[in-house]
């Protein structure tokens, strides 16, 4: 199944979960781990599927390790 996203782009359910392991493999390369980074299944359901990644719940010091890479980053 094919669907459009926000930008009229065409993504598939499989491709959006390609982008999901891109981003997790991303994040713990700078030392961040989100546990429930996932799909969000709602979004892959019905006639016309538009997938989400669900950036899911984090801890307290994930939350604080992920700001410092988002800062750090900001910074250059």
């Known amino acids: 199944m ?19 392991r891109e981003l ?6 700078a030392g961040v781990r989100l546990p429930s980074l996932g799909l969000d299944p709602l979004s892959c359901t019905g006639p016309t599927p538009r997938p989400l990644v669900d950036l ?14 988002l800062r750090a980053r900001a910074r250059g």
């Open 56 to 69: 899911g719940r984090c801890d307290l010091a994930t939350a604080r390790e992920l700001t410092e890479v």
């Open 24 to 29: 997790r493999d991303a994040l713990e390369a």
């Open 2 to 20: 094919t669907a459009m996203d926000d930008r009229g782009e065409s993504a598939s359910i499989p491709e959006a979960d390609r982008v999901r």
